[in-house]
């Protein structure tokens, strides 16, 4: 009998030492965001990184979420439902692009200004986005969709500050020599892009949801 207790307390103890190993450490994770605070994930090591990781969300967080934006029909010389109506003659007088400008570039500066508006009206702005989905089209005859004409307009007003020195990060309008961004944003938001087949809008290249968060007051 005494053998049989003595083994059954062995057993009994290595099942917890395993059970302790398991669980050592916990309290040296991350601590969850404060509530109403939002704590974006950056890859380690870099200075200008293009997206956060994943994104934290405090409990009580208040938040907003657009509807999938696409560009304004903004070009009225262009004809109807055609890719060139959604180039935004504001920041590019009569639709045309400079040098190296996509026209996936162009709607994407459309969207995002679309995008800015409607943060605007809610008392929000693009610092206040921690997530991004983005839908992209192929332009006419192109084989696939253009992932890095979108990259160069998202650039414009996200990530593009340097996290070492607060500094801004020169961004290309196309092909044109890096110049200072449309808006100096150092938010990064968590984001994923996809390639799809057709867009609710003809002519749309682009569509962008978003996600912001209230400032803490």
Known sequence: MKRKVVAGLAVVAISFSAG????????????PPR???VVPALPAGQANPMIATGVGIGANTPI?????????ALNTDAPAGSEAAYVDTGVFPGGTLPAGVTITEAQGINVLRRIGENLKAQGLSYSDVYT????LQNPTGAAAADFAGWNRAYRQYFANTDLTTGQYVPVPLGTAAPAKPFVINKSRPSRFALEIENLPVAGWLVEVEVDAAYPSR
């Open 35 to 37: 509530p109403g605070t």
């Open 64 to 72: 907003y979420k657009t509807s999938g934006l696409g560009p304004a």
């Open 132 to 135: 991004m989905r983005v839908f």
């Open 20 to 31: 302790t190993a398991t669980a050592a450490g916990w309290w040296d994770r991350p601590k």
